[in-house]
């Protein structure tokens, strides 16, 4: 296997820190360092040749291939074993309906959330339990990372240069989470977004920072599901009123209640798209007056449809804490999911 | 300990597009502005667009509104561009 990364010596750990951060290549935290035999169990892993096209990204043409995300994922502390995670990742993104160029230069500052479902979850120790939107583990972690570092480096989606974000949010440094299927009887996310249940599978969405809710005082699915729908409203009024792809995180206590009741994700999706509504004219009430001009009646939706509605179920097992995931700008850049080892806008073999 | 390390950027210049020649005069020239759509874009394009009509005799300005101020210009906008001597495009906030 042929590597044609530019190769760099240097005499310690602390050499190749520097090297990185002089140059602008990490997150500002400390890198794994990138050897030739690091990058090639990477590919061997995924059974990848360095120079496998994983996409083009359409606005600046820029190439993605896989020895380059090999490079960044063990920066960011990927074993090879989560390699194929973050190819799919990168797959998905180069999708035109997620907008990889505005979602990432934007100053809204969106991050890219991805969520992993199927048994490769298992495979890699992603639970989706304790801490589920935080350091929950080590392949979440790593995996979020390297999404980022990519982007810093194959994009040039720095700080300042394409990464034009006024705020940003914590989620720019790593934002991966694995849904808990084992604990509910609740279509997984891939499944429900048509790919097939027994299949690992990777979405990625264009998002805002989680907005956490509370709410341990019921056991009715319509009230527990209203304090989901007041924060995607006051998200609406705050932030931005375009419907578009909004994911919920909701952990074990509230779908043990929710589940109990016999709601499924559909019936969720459907009550969170009647209720998750404002009028324009609320944007006086928050000092948007200005914006609302002879549209005061008109009714927005935080989605389109029900199916816009990401319901992941995540947690850890105590506690009513549950979290509304604001897409980056309503439909500017919708959520993609790919099943993993599958080939994407592929041609037939030649006859 | 020694270590030999890979550079992680792309190492390729993303595929640039060619400067269009430099005019030598505005005058009588048709320049079309493309705006990504932001309400920023509108008093500045029209500011812009009165200098280049009274001071510098530009004979006509097309005004172009992105559907989609976070993608690339719609592919029936980019089409007129041989239309136009000179464009301008800018972001609006």
């Not at chain 1, 097939?196 to 990625?204: F, I, K, L, Q, Y």
């Not at chain 1, 404002?278 to 389109?304: F, L, P, Q, S, T």
């Not at chain 1, 816009?308 to 105590?318: E, F, M, R, S, W």
């Amino acid at each position: 296997m042929q590597l044609t990364s530019r190769n760099y010596e240097a005499d310690s750990i602390e050499a190749v820190q520097e090297l990185y951060h002089s140059s602008g290549w990490t997150d500002g935290l400390p890198i794994v360092p990138p050897t030739p035999e690091s990058v090639k169990a990477c590919l061997d892993w995924a059974m990848m040749p360095p120079d496998q096209l994983i996409g083009i990204e359409p606005v600046r043409g820029l190439a993605i291939t896989a020895e380059k995300l090999a490079v960044n994922a063990v920066m960011a502390g990927c074993l090879p074993m989560h390699f194929p995670v973050v190819v799919t990742a990168w797959t998905a993104m180069m999708q035109e309906p997620f907008l990889a160029h505005g979602a990432t230069a934007s100053t809204g500052g969106c991050a890219v959330l991805v969520v992993l479902n199927g048994p490769i979850r298992l495979e890699l120790g992603a639970t989706g339990s304790f801490n589920a939107l935080g350091n929950s583990d080590r392949a979440t972690a790593v995996i979020g990372r390297a999404i980022r570092l990519c982007l810093i480096n194959l994009m040039d989606v720095r700080p300042g240069v394409i990464d034009r974000s006024t705020l940003g949010h914590p989620g720019k440094f790593s934002y991966c989470l694995a849904e808990d299927e084992e604990d509910s009887d609740w279509l997984p996310l891939h499944a429900v977004r048509g790919v097939e249940r027994e299949a690992s599978a990777v979405t990625v969405m264009a998002a805002g920072a989680p907005r956490q809710i509370m709410n341990e005082w019921t056991t009715k699915p319509e009230e527990i599901l209203e304090t989901f729908a007041a924060e995607m409203r006051a998200n609406m009024r705050h932030y931005s009123i375009h419907p578009g792809n909004y994911a919920i995180v909701i952990p074990k206590q509230l779908r043990d209640h929710l589940r109990a009741a016999r709601w499924d994700k559909k019936m969720i999706a459907e009550f969170i798209y009647a209720r998750a509504r404002i009028k324009r004219g609320e944007w006086r009430e928050v000092g948007k007056g200005a914006v609302v001009k002879d549209r005061a009646d008109k009714e927005y939706a935080a989605m389109e449809s029900p199916d816009q509605l990401l319901v992941i179920a995540a947690g850890g097992p105590a506690g009513g804490f549950g979290a509304i995931i604001p897409p980056w700008l309503g439909n500017k850049s919708h959520a993609v999911t790919l099943p993993m080892g599958v080939c994407v806008d592929c041609e037939p073999p030649k006859e | 300990m020694s270590f030999i390390v890979l550079d992680p950027t792309s190492e390729k210049a993303a595929p640039a597009g060619k400067t269009a020649p430099r005019l030598d005069a505005l005058a009588g020239k048709t320049v079309g502005f493309i705006s990504n759509g932001k309400k920023g874009t509108k008093g500045f394009f029209g500011h812009l667009e009165r200098m280049l009509r009274e001071e510098y005799g530009v004979a006509d300005v097309v005004m172009r509104t992105k559907s989609n101020y976070s993608a690339p210009a719609d592919p029936h906008i980019v089409a007129e561009i041989k239309r136009w001597d000179a464009v301008f495009s800018g972001i609006g906030d």
